[in-house]
Structures are given as C-alpha cells and as structure tokens.
C-alpha cells in the first residue's frame, strides 16, 4: 500500500469518530490547548489526549507548545488533500 493510501486510511479513521470530529469543530473557530478542549467534553482527560494525538497522527491538528501550555490547531493543508483526492472519482474521463 502506497504512503499516500496509510495516511488516508488515518485521516479516514480520525474523522470516523464523533468526539474528533467535534474537536474538529472547536479548533475551526479558534486555537485551543488541551484543556480547554477536555472542558468541552464529558469524558477523561486522558481520552481527550487519546483523541487529540489520533488527529495529530492523521495531520488534520498541529499542536504548538507556547511556555507551558500546547496549543492546538486545524491543519486545512490535510482537508485540501483529502478533497482533491475525494474529487478525482467525480471526473469522468471524456473522449
């Protein structure tokens, strides 16, 4: 299986929870530290960490450490992959 394919298949496996997915939407409006991010939420810390390092794994968060806290933050370079790929099987070939 090519590179290209493992990162899809994380990318694709990121995205299949809803937890990530809402941490996504959190991060859309603005950078959040881990913390911040556990508040919004009613599960452990220690599953928040969990889910935060499977998006880093896939690329969709970059998290940045500024003096003791770690930031987080969408990474849309992942997104406009995972579009441009999504988009090849709409395009039929015309001869």
Do not use: C
């Not at 941490?23 to 599953?47: M, V």
């Not at 933050?73 to 090849?88: F, Y």
């Amino acid at each position: 299986m090519s590179k290209y394919l493992i990162k899809l298949n994380l990318l694709f496996k990121a995205l299949n929870d809803p937890t990530r997915r809402a941490i996504l939407e959190l991060l859309k409006n603005k950078d959040l530290t881990a913390g911040e991010i556990a508040e919004q939420f009613d599960i452990s810390w220690p599953s928040v960490s969990h889910h935060l390092e499977l998006l880093k794994r896939a690329g969709l968060v970059i998290a940045v450490k500024e003096g003791q806290y770690v930031f987080y933050s969408i990474n849309t370079t992942v997104m406009d992959e995972m579009i441009s790929w999504l988009m090849q099987f709409n395009k039929k070939n015309k001869k």
